[in-house]
């Protein structure tokens, strides 16, 4: 189960509202978006099918060179990839955690375990998927927490890969990342997004760091034009209007703290999250919560599915000021509804 199914929601009589899937509501930027009409006239063209220029500039963006950076059709396809050029035996996946990592794992026949610390592999070798920030969580690894992880790859033989696909809602993210340590690891690989921060969810554009050695490897089992012109195009334009995003990370930081806020009235937000989603545990059951919210055309994650959380929670992406405001007035209704309910 995903987020984003915004498809599946009958039409009604109000607009919908998207809060199960966590992408930036501001968009793609003024550049892409005044780039954005002239595509039309661009699209009886192929792709660059090695994405040259796309290529540059998102390796100018990460600070390392374009021989150790590929894009990928979003990061599905890169956690795919890696698992059919490195075809591990063993996958481990640090929970709780995005569910693409176990299912493209088990497509593949690979064995699979969820993990929630180092330790519990410390004399093991195998593949190891770790998201920072991590999903549904938020929670965020610096670098000394992240170097046990390196560590035990270097050490064991094995591979790590950091998705870092919500990294740049961070502040701080340039001080996290470790595309430049994946540069020269061989037991570091780096799968990235620019469909979430930069708003460009529905183009379908990620990436991967490596070795250049591993990118080359990777080439050879991806499509040809598998990031279509239009992703290359707006991705490009989106990375190249930086003074617009550090505003908008700004603006959703602040709205994260305000509707972690406004939320503990009718419940338990979880303590840690930095990325752009809260986890909020109400104090009645989630599915009359869930099924209200859909009746007011507002949809959440259920994250029930997530495997390693500590409560019942849904997953609510910051959006707008506006977005929050609407979620906040249709929680109290349904509360003033439910409210007499012995629910604690």
Do not use: C
Not at 6 to 13: D, F, M
Not at 103 to 128: F, K, Y
Not at 140 to 150: C, D, F, G, S, W
Not at 260 to 267: A, D, E, F, T, V
């Amino acid at each position: 189960m995903h987020g984003g199914d915004w498809a599946s929601l009958e039409p009604g009589p109000y607009p919908m509202l998207d809060l199960s899937s966590s992408i930036s509501p501001y968009g793609p930027g003024p550049k892409a978006r005044a780039l954005w009409p002239t595509l039309v006239n661009r699209i009886d063209r192929y792709p660059d099918w090695k994405a040259r220029e796309a290529t540059q500039i998102t390796a100018q963006h990460l600070h390392i060179a374009k021989s150790h950076l590929m894009l990928t059709a979003g990061g599905v396809e890169a956690i795919d990839l890696v698992l059919q050029v490195f075809r591990p035996t063993q996958v481990f996946v640090k929970i709780p955690a995005f569910s693409e990592y176990q299912e493209r794992a088990e497509i593949h026949g690979m064995t699979v375990e969820s993990i929630s610390r180092i330790e519990d592999i410390t004399n093991r070798s195998g593949l190891l998927f770790l998201a920072n920030p991590a999903n549904p969580t938020g929670e965020v690894l610096r670098a000394e927490q992240l170097l046990p992880y390196v560590k035990w790859a270097q050490r064991q033989g094995s591979l790590l890969v950091v998705d870092e696909a919500f990294l740049e809602f961070i502040p701080d993210w340039r001080n996290i990342t470790l595309s430049q340590h994946a540069e020269r690891d061989s037991h570091l690989i780096v799968i990235g997004s620019l469909t979430k921060f930069y708003g460009l969810a529905g183009l379908r554009v990620g990436y991967l760091v490596g070795t250049s050695d591993y990118i080359q490897a990777v080439r050879r089992y991806a499509l040809p034009w598998h990031v279509s012109l239009v992703a290359q195009a707006m991705a490009q334009a989106a990375l190249q209007d930086q003074e617009y995003f550090s505003q908008t990370r700004e603006d959703l930081q602040q709205e994260r703290e305000r509707v972690s806020h406004l939320l503990r009235q009718w419940g338990t937000v979880r303590e840690g999250a930095e990325a752009n989603f809260v986890l909020f545990s109400p104090r009645m059951p989630l599915d009359p919560v869930i099924a209200a919210l859909r009746a007011r055309a507002i949809l959440v994650r259920d994250a029930r599915d997530f495997e390693g959380l500590d409560k019942e929670y849904v997953r609510i992406a910051v959006k707008t000021p506006q977005d929050s405001n609407r979620l906040i007035e249709a929680l109290d209704e349904i509360f003033q509804k439910e409210g007499t309910a012995p629910w604690t």
